[in-house]
């Protein structure tokens, strides 16, 4: 579907300030690298700045004004924010239209609620609750007594175990398993391993979204829980027992072993790894690849693994290709004051 809308327009739709001709037509969003001459495009990242002057877009979105000589400008406050809003205007992804497929596998006691949009091959076993506006792809299972609010979305393949919880506006992408089993095993006398029976179950509070082939597992005892507005990425484990905060931001490939507690606001880079039965404070910041063996405070920074300071870490991280050169230099040394002093030099 085509979606043409004035520069004049969309200013006033986003709230945000016009400087240039509101009467050109904007027919798409794009990258600035990208964007032909009837797309919106934005500059959120001062450092890119020196694109704009290549840029074709016939609008920008920015923090403040541009000379007349650029394109038009949409001055926003926020203008990541504003070209994500803009990007929903322009583009919605497909929605089944509501009813029941004649191919999904329903049971008698469930209960779903009115607009749902269930595919074939989907499956909803005893008990189910489902708010309403749900759509189920095809091929999503949902477990017995499972309980999920309003305009629930979970794409193909997307599975929810027996008894979780889900709340409202919860995205599953594809692959996504909400209530696996736990990893827990005890190992026994003869050096066997007993399974431990995951009783506990997975909630995932309101506007969460998981993205593809991501786990979460259910607790041994008690619950896992997903806190409201987390946004996990693609292939990322959280362990039974764990908690992930409000507003947490997860990356991809990172894992979270069983009883990890997150706060607020904190912000996992990818491929992270967390060793579970600890503390990361609210608003706390961890890198890429970072491996966390303890607490972080609140509104840390850390990096590396084992991980400490960023700020510690990049000047480690700088010195650490020049360690040869400096431990050459050390027994070089090390020889001359031996010779100065007609001792033995070390063989260290």
């Not at 609008?59 to 406050?77: K, N």
């Not at 949009?117 to 189920?136: K, Q």
Request: aromatic share 6%; charged share 20%.
């Amino acid at each position: 579907m085509t979606v043409n809308i004035s520069l004049g327009d969309l200013a006033y739709q986003l709230g945000c300030e016009l400087r240039g001709d509101g009467a050109v037509v904007i027919t798409g969003v794009a990258g600035m690298e990208q964007a032909g001459p009837t797309e919106l495009t934005f500059l959120a990242n001062p450092k890119y700045a020196p694109k704009v002057k290549h840029c074709r877009a016939a609008a920008i979105l920015i923090s403040s004004p541009l000379s007349e000589s650029t394109p038009a400008s949409l001055v926003s406050a926020n203008p990541y924010h504003d070209f994500a809003r803009a990007l929903a205007l322009f583009y919605q992804p497909p929605r089944p239209p509501a009813g029941i497929h004649p191919l999904a596998s329903i049971a008698s006691t469930a209960r779903i609620g009115e607009g749902a949009s269930i595919g074939p091959y989907a499956v909803i076993g005893e008990h189910v609750t489902i708010g309403r506006n749900a759509v189920l792809h095809p091929h999503v299972v949902i477990y017995e007594g499972a309980e999920i609010g309003d305009d629930f979305y979970a794409h193909s393949q997307a599975v929810v175990r027996e008894f979780c919880r889900i709340g409202h506006r919860v995205i599953l992408q594809n692959g996504v398993v909400i209530g696996g089993d736990g990893y827990g095993f005890a190992k026994t006398a003869e050096g066997t391993h007993f399974k431990i029976v995951q009783s506990g179950v997975t909630v995932i509070e309101d506007d969460v979204e998981i993205q593809t082939l991501t786990s979460i597992d259910r607790a041994t005892v008690g619950e896992t829980r997903v806190k409201r507005g987390a946004k996990i990425d693609s292939l990322v484990q959280v362990g039974h027992a764990s908690v992930v905060g409000e507003d947490n931001i997860i990356c991809a490939q990172t894992g979270l072993a069983g009883s990890s507690i997150l706060g607020k606001g904190v912000l996992l880079a990818g491929q992270v790894g967390i060793s579970g039965h600890l503390t990361i404070h609210d608003h706390a910041i961890v890198y890429a690849q970072s491996g966390i063996g303890g607490d972080v405070k609140e509104g840390a920074v850390v990096s590396g693994s084992p991980a400490f300071d960023s700020r510690d870490w990049l000047r480690a991280i700088t010195a650490f290709p020049k360690l040869p050169d400096l431990l050459k230099t050390v027994r070089q040394l090390e020889k001359r004051l031996a010779q100065l002093e007609g001792a033995p030099a070390s063989s260290e």
